[in-house]
């Protein structure tokens, strides 16, 4: 009898000796085995078609500027709009296209400069469907602002820039 129990004892110290060996390589392992993802590393594509929550209009994708050109502006150009676009451009936008929006602001002598947005060549060759998309999407070495402004402020602010072309 005296052997039974001695094994009965060694079993159960066993079995509770094993599941705490367990519990404890899980909580040791776990950080380790899990993938690391580092913010902004990786991006996921939104699936096509798709529209953010709040609502809004559908940008399409860098590639498709030229779709993109051909949108008119659905937002009239009243004094608000273009006082919003003002505000907005002096955010966004001065301090790299200036405060008249000639190409001189404060960061363009560190990087290619850009362009004088009030200029007439550019004012005529470029409709307002493409300056808003550009605005949302970026360029070469303009930084991409559709995360931080929605599509009417965008509009808003291509407002702002055909009214100080025209002065």
Known sequence: MKYVFGLV??????????MGGVIVLRWTDNMTSTPKIVPGERTFEMPAGTLPRSGGELTPPREARDLAARRPNPVKATPESVARGKALFAIYCTPCHGAGGKGDGLVSPKFIPPPDITHPSIQKARTDGYLQHVIGTGGAVMPAYGEALSAEERWDVVHYLRSIAAK
């Open 9 to 18: 004892l060694l079993t159960i110290l066993a079995a509770g000796g094993l």
